[in-house]
């Protein structure tokens, strides 16, 4: 796969993400921060897209839903075939991953970062 082609998926893959809320927080998660890498290899014509996301905190009480949800929408892209998910926690996340739009809706809506 060409390297433009892979940029293109990826492009793909993080418009469709856009579309995953953590049900608290009225901003995706990918301009939360919480997409830390988003990696597409290809076997055999096969395209494998392995994402390494976190959590605003450990105890998220939806994570396991979240992680779903961004398989799903990883596997929306047409051309990934298959999506892993992998949770981790190094690093934490913090306010400063968020985009300039993440911090102004979260603004707008009241919250306030350090």
């Keep these: 796969m060409e390297s433009l082609n892979k ?12 579309n995953v809320y953590d049900p608290e927080i009225p901003v995706n998660i990918y301009d939360l921060g919480l997409i830390y890498s988003i990696e597409l290899e290809v076997k055999n014509n096969y395209t494998y897209c392995t994402i390494e996301m976190t959590l605003t905190s450990p105890s998220c009480p939806v994570s396991d839903s979240l992680v779903e949800q961004v398989s799903y929408y990883t596997k929306q892209v047409p051309e990934v075939d298959e999506a892993n998910v992998h949770l981790v926690f190094e690093p934490m ?20 970062f350090n």
């Excluded at 940029?7 to 856009?18: F, G, M, R, T």
């Design 7 to 18: 940029d293109l998926i990826k492009e793909k893959i993080i418009d469709s993400l856009k």
């Design 93 to 112: 996340w913090e306010p400063s991953k968020m985009s300039d739009e993440a911090r102004e809706i979260l603004s707008a809506s009241g919250a306030a």
